[in-house]
């Protein structure tokens, strides 16, 4: 029966694993001096070697020459822990045992001597998804187990493992494997398997791995099925739905051109070819940070920063000089912008359209020190930019707003706050030689004016109005009798702005339907004395007084001073 090649090239010995140096020096070290902890935690990212290590340690420890770093494959122990088939090292899925009840089993299982090795190892994979109680019950034999048991909890979520569990045991972190090594891996196996491989397609590969050895291995396996014998890196990239640098090149020539069209038609040729949106967009983030790298960076540095082949480094070098590591920057920033947008997008064609020329437009940005240059009439240094500019749009100036007549309204509400600041001053405590406020016009001069100014205004409609009315000015009142006929227009708000200007300041109006030839009624409450008036101007003219009023109406009939 076939087995897949992640599988048949599993490594058996510390020196068959690829990177984790870190881990393989330590663990050599601790078998060699004989320091062995009960409990290790295995944490990285899926496909680094995590559970492979947990089987390699096994067999050092379980060895027939053991405990050694140098496992001899050949014994018992050895070939059935790499077959699975021995009961003294228990492989546990934790995402299928979680509970607490085979937690339970696994304690009453630590109880007993291993059946014939030496050490009995449990294995549990996916440890993070243990539940709380589960870990509760595991706690007390993990801090304190028999001699003979050793846990290996293995997890791509290490956070998630208790602090009281991962207190008991000693932590190793795998880290994502380098782009060389995993080649040079691949490029062997492809030697031992007799496949032809060139360094783009293996490129190809490593990339769609992401520092997975696992993820790499099942993708060259798929290409074998697929390509054959003989692996191809467009055959490759058609397989994965990889993008070649050459499709991502024609979204920077654009962008050096200054070209939204040729930006659209790249989306309509995704769009025609069938190739996912999102998966462009990622792929084009990745391709803007790689020369943003290869446009700061340079020789060894290149090469361990860019997951790249040579051929492809070299390109990505040529494309970057013609722009700044400033357009670079942007582009990165807009084209990260762009993935996230498409991550929720339902018209995800409209948004990749829309983003892409953006990256036009913010190619076309100018320097500040150019443009302060050119202000000034000089030149700034290095601040070319790499493609031509296109001439800035011309914009027909609109027409001047007609001119407003009469105060403002940040005039009217400067005489208001200063009609009320002077009402509520004490008697008094002015200035000394402070003018004293104007008197109001009286009844009949009221009318006049109210009406010359409606009549400037062009509200002739209330001017006739006012012409046909008596007017009578009372404190902070103004009484308005006119025939009923006339009675709605005064209650208009552009009359009590009218009678705002006129009198510079805010006045209730009090409508009476009526002869305006008959005696004006008295006003609503005569002050008993000066002391009495001086309080009811000041409450009728507080503007929370008159805020209340303009919104539900009513009268004031009485106003008592209650400091007295």
């Not at 694993?17 to 050599?28: F, G, I, P, R, S």
């Not at 914009?395 to 600041?421: C, I, M, N, V, Y």
Request: charged share 25%; aromatic share 6%; with cysteine.
């Amino acid at each position: 029966m076939y087995q897949v090649i992640a599988r048949k090239y599993r490594p058996q010995t510390f020196q068959d694993v690829v990177n984790q140096e870190h881990v393989k020096t330590t663990l050599e070290n601790a078998i060699a001096q004989k320091r062995i902890a009960h409990g290790y935690i295995f944490s990285g990212q899926r496909g680094t070697g995590k559970t492979t290590v947990a089987r390699i340690l096994a067999r050092c420890l379980n060895c027939i020459d053991g405990p050694t770093a140098s496992p001899c494959g050949v014994c018992a122990s050895c070939r059935e822990i790499t077959s699975g088939g021995t009961v003294d090292v228990i492989e546990i899925d934790a995402a299928s045992n979680r509970g607490i009840n085979e937690m339970r089993e696994l304690r009453e299982n630590v109880r007993y001597q291993p059946a014939r090795d030496r050490y009995k190892v449990f294995i549990i994979d996916e440890a993070h998804q243990i539940t709380n109680e589960a870990f509760n019950a595991l706690l007390k034999t993990i801090e304190e187990p028999p001699e003979w048991a050793v846990f290996v909890l293995c997890t791509t979520e290490a956070h998630k493992i208790p602090a009281t569990i991962a207190s008991r045991c000693q932590h190793f972190s795998f880290r994502s494997v380098d782009f060389g090594d995993l080649m040079a891996r691949m490029a062997w196996i492809c030697q031992q398997e007799g496949i032809e491989a060139d360094s783009e397609a293996l490129a190809v590969l490593a990339q769609a791995g992401e520092g997975s050895v696992r993820d790499s291995l099942s993708a060259l396996d798929q290409a074998i099925a697929c390509c054959g014998s003989r692996l191809e890196a467009s055959e490759v990239r058609a397989l994965l739905g990889a993008f070649s640098l050459e499709s991502l090149e024609k979204v920077s020539a654009a962008l050096g051109q200054g070209n939204a069209q040729r930006m659209l038609e790249v989306v309509d040729e995704l769009e025609r070819n069938g190739h996912n949106l999102q998966h462009f967009s990622r792929e084009l983030a990745r391709y803007f940070r790689n020369l943003l790298v290869a446009r700061i960076a340079a020789g060894d540095s290149l090469a361990r920063l860019v997951a790249a082949s040579p051929a492809q480094r070299e390109k990505l070098t040529q494309i970057a000089g013609g722009f700044s590591e400033e357009d670079l920057t942007r582009y990165l920033q807009l084209s990260l912008d762009l993935f996230k947008d498409l991550q929720f997008s339902l018209q995800p064609r409209f948004h990749l359209e829309l983003g892409l020329v953006k990256l036009v437009q913010a190619g076309r940005l100018m320097p500040l020190e150019q443009a302060l240059a050119e202000l000034t009439g000089g030149s700034a240094s290095g601040a070319a930019r790499p493609a031509e500019r296109p001439p800035a749009p011309t914009f027909t100036p609109l027409a001047a707003p007609p001119r407003r007549t009469g105060p403002s309204p940040f005039e009217l509400d400067q005489a208001k706050k200063a009609q009320t600041s002077q009402t509520q001053q004490p008697a008094g405590s002015g200035s000394r030689g402070a003018t004293p406020p104007a008197t109001p016009p009286s009844g009949g001069d009221a009318r006049a004016r109210l009406h010359a100014h409606l009549n400037e205004q062009g509200h002739t409609h209330l001017a006739d109005a006012v012409e046909n009315a008596r007017v009578a000015v009372s404190g902070s009142e103004l009484q308005v009798t006119a025939p009923k006929s006339y009675t709605l227009y005064f209650n208009d708000r552009v009359f009590a702005e009218a009678v705002r200007e006129v009198f510079g300041r805010a006045l209730n109006v009090k409508v009476i339907a009526g002869d305006p030839g008959t005696p004006e009624k008295a006003p609503l409450a005569t002050p008993a004395n000066a002391r009495e008036d001086e309080a009811t101007s000041r409450a009728l003219n507080n503007p929370e007084v008159q805020r209340f009023r303009e919104i539900f109406g009513g009268e004031v009939r009485k106003v008592r001073n209650l400091k007295e």
